[in-house]
């Protein structure tokens, strides 16, 4: 499914918009991975979602995508550092 579709049904406001599947979202996030949309759509689906808010189905498809197009990092001696983000949070 086209992007823009995934907008609408998420772009309705906080009460108005519909949950994503599982699948869904899988593609909706595999299509921004992979660069397959504008930078005008990833905006609107950044600013959708940050509205909308995510549902743990979403999130797992979010993380479906995600995993199928990353390269896992071998184990190593070396640390490694993770820069979480908080989402504005000041605490």
């Keep these: 499914?086209?992007?823009?579709?995934?907008?609408?049904?998420?772009?309705?406001?906080a009460r108005g918009a519909k949950p994503l599947s599982r699948?869904?979202?899988?593609?909706?996030?595999?299509?921004?991975l992979d660069g397959h949309?504008?930078?005008l759509e990833i905006?609107?689906?950044c600013l959708a979602?940050?509205?909308?808010?995510e549902t743990a189905e979403e999130m797992c498809g979010f993380l479906d995508a995600?995993?199928?197009?990353?390269a896992l990092?071998?184990?190593t001696d070396r640390p490694l550092i993770v820069l979480p983000s908080y989402n504005?949070?000041?605490q």
Excluded: S
């Design 23 to 32: 699948e869904q979202a899988t593609d909706l996030f595999g299509q921004v």
């Design 1 to 13: 499914m086209a992007i823009a579709q995934y907008i609408k049904e998420i772009g309705r406001g």
């Design 73 to 75: 990092l071998p184990a």
């Design 49 to 53: 979602m940050r509205i909308k808010g």
């Design 66 to 70: 995600t995993h199928q197009r990353v």
């Design 88 to 90: 504005g949070a000041r």
């Design 43 to 45: 905006g609107a689906f």
């Design 37 to 39: 949309v504008t930078d």
